[in-house]
């Protein structure tokens, strides 16, 4: 079953074949805007009660743009802020969509979690067919959601921007070029978020005027981001000290062999302990928050920072990988004790702003290009957000929000 609710028609939906009903009502965040998002969507499976939903927060050129997560207790306004930041994400690297966001209510690790996906896809067809291009989130990879694609018909899951192409056959055959290209620390698709967010660490380094062999990070989670982010610092020469996964923290103050751990991690993007040197510390999970470092990434889940747990950060830079990875309050908090927030919509923009040049033929699978174009867009954005900030300026978010920005862009035109 599924209901829908679009602007102005709280209390009288849509009229859509096989569309009933009325969704959650409206997303409040603090600190954030409370503008009303374009479309929001709820769908529940007959078959295993689960929940999804799809919030279109802005429609360019008739398209939006955000990956699909799935796990045990997501909600509408988890995914509304989201689709939010995409949003922002889309503003801030001037490309020429709108931003999205899926969510399904369901353990990624249920033997029945692959039919789920592909029924909430099947629900969503009319959007994924014409206006929303999704990608992999929290819970999902990109291989399973194009082998759900495939399954549903659909050539991949940029298939509302491939079908707008000249000839989709090319675009589409770039595009598995691009994802499946073999680059250092796995498929360029997979790194390619991971790599910005890297780089988004070293451009704050970089304005504090830190020596990288000297700067430490921790990292909490090691999925495709934070995975990512950890290979690339530590190719980079910032020495890892920090990972932690569901299981833990590990913790080394020499640092960590990165991609030896990386390696041997299983499809839930968990580290085998039977590969953990005995040298290693193993602590809790959430002591990486805690950890004498330099620059925190929280790559794991949204809301991981907040007023409970700030307290315990000391870092003077965190990056966030994971989106709305700090609360406004956390924030606020964290701005007042000198701390940097460099904001989720630019530092992990990188996949999505990637994906888009690689849909418009901007770059190819030749991952000089795309590191060279991410790596440049990425240092000016963070240099100059952080150049001349000062806590007493409020948070870096503020001055790097663009999400109200009213843009006039043409429709997109794929060649």
Not at 11 to 17: E, K, N, R
Not at 147 to 160: E, I, K, N, P, T
Not at 342 to 358: E, I, K, M, T, Y
């Amino acid at each position: 079953m599924t209901s829908i609710e679009m602007p102005g028609t709280a209390g009288h939906p849509a009229t859509t074949p096989g569309v009933t009903g009325a969704s959650a009502s409206p997303t409040e965040v603090p600190g954030r805007t409370t503008r009303q998002p374009y479309l929001r969507l709820h769908w529940e499976d007959d078959l295993t009660g689960a929940r999804g939903y799809l919030v279109v927060d802005t429609l360019v050129g008739g398209l939006a743009t955000g990956g699909t997560r799935m796990r045990a207790g997501c909600t509408m306004r988890e995914v509304e802020d989201l689709a939010r930041g995409m949003t922002r994400k889309t503003a801030a690297f001037d490309l020429p969509v709108g931003g999205a966001k899926g969510g399904i209510d369901f353990d990624p690790k249920d033997p029945r979690a692959v039919d789920v996906l592909a029924r909430y896809f099947q629900a969503m067809h009319p959007f994924l067919d014409r206006h929303w291009v999704t990608a992999e989130d929290l819970g999902v990879t990109q291989q399973l959601i194009d082998d759900v694609f495939a399954r549903l018909g659909m050539r991949q899951s940029y298939h509302a921007a491939i079908e707008r192409s000249a000839n989709c056959a090319a675009t589409a055959e770039r595009i598995y070029r691009g994802l499946g290209a073999q680059v250092p620390g796995g498929l360029l698709g997979d790194v390619i978020g991971g790599y910005g967010v890297a780089q988004a660490c070293l451009a704050a380094a970089s304005v504090r005027d830190w020596d990288i062999e000297r700067t430490c990070v921790a990292v909490q989670g090691v999925g495709t981001m934070g995975g990512g982010a950890a290979w690339y610092l530590h190719e980079a020469g910032m020495r890892v000290v920090a990972l932690a996964d569901a299981a833990g923290t590990l913790y080394d103050p020499a640092g960590l062999d990165v991609p030896a751990l990386l390696q041997s991690r299983d499809r839930y993007g968990e580290i085998d302990r039977d590969a953990v040197p005995t040298r290693v510390q193993r602590l809790d999970r959430d002591a990486v928050l805690g950890m004498d470092v330099d620059v925190l990434v929280p790559a794991a889940i949204s809301y991981a920072i907040t007023a409970e747990n700030c307290a315990q950060i000391t870092a003077p830079v965190i990056v966030e990988a994971a989106n709305a990875a700090t609360t406004a309050d956390a924030e606020l908090d964290l701005t007042a004790r000198g701390i940097a927030v460099v904001p989720d919509f630019v530092a992990n923009a990188g996949a999505v702003a990637w994906a888009w040049w690689l849909i418009l033929g901007e770059v190819d699978e030749r991952a000089e290009t795309s590191f060279l174009r991410l790596g440049r867009a990425m240092t000016t954005k963070v240099a100059e957000l952080m150049a001349d900030w000062s806590p007493s300026d409020g948070p870096l978010r503020w001055a790097a929000d663009v999400s109200d920005v009213v843009r006039d862009v043409p429709a997109v035109v794929v060649p």
